[in-house]
């Protein structure tokens, strides 16, 4: 399983970017999909997660700014980020769980600059 990650970029803070990671196999098989991110100097952590019954979680940090959403047609997970901060700043990572297994992509760099 191969996940291709794109999206990310510079951007001022109270912008918005949305990122996308298309997964190599039949999304509908997927249990979770999800999206980390990675600052530098800390822990990579849990941004959003979307099961494959629809039922999403969001960080505490990015709720009410931040969107997962997934396309079946296009085997794509979606992350809309709104209301950027520099805070936000990290590599941002799809994850897939497909039964027991986990498959991570390449991470895309987000900057947001004060």
């Known amino acids: 399983v191969q996940l291709q990650a794109s999206g990310g970029g510079l951007v001022q803070a109270g912008g918005s970017l949305k990122l996308s990671c298309v997964v190599s196999i039949d999304i509908a098989q997927t249990t979770l999909m999800e999206w980390y991110r990675q600052a530098p100097g800390k822990q990579r952590e849990m941004v959003a997660t979307?099961?494959?019954?629809?039922?999403?979680i969001y960080a505490a940090s990015v709720k009410g700014r931040f969107t997962i959403s997934r396309s079946n047609a296009e085997n794509s997970v979606y992350l809309q980020m709104n209301n950027l901060q520099p805070e936000d700043t990290a590599v941002y990572y799809c994850h897939a769980r497909v039964s027991v297994r986990h498959y991570w992509g390449q991470g895309t760099q987000v900057t947001v600059s004060s």
């Open positions: 979307e099961s494959i019954r629809g039922t999403t």
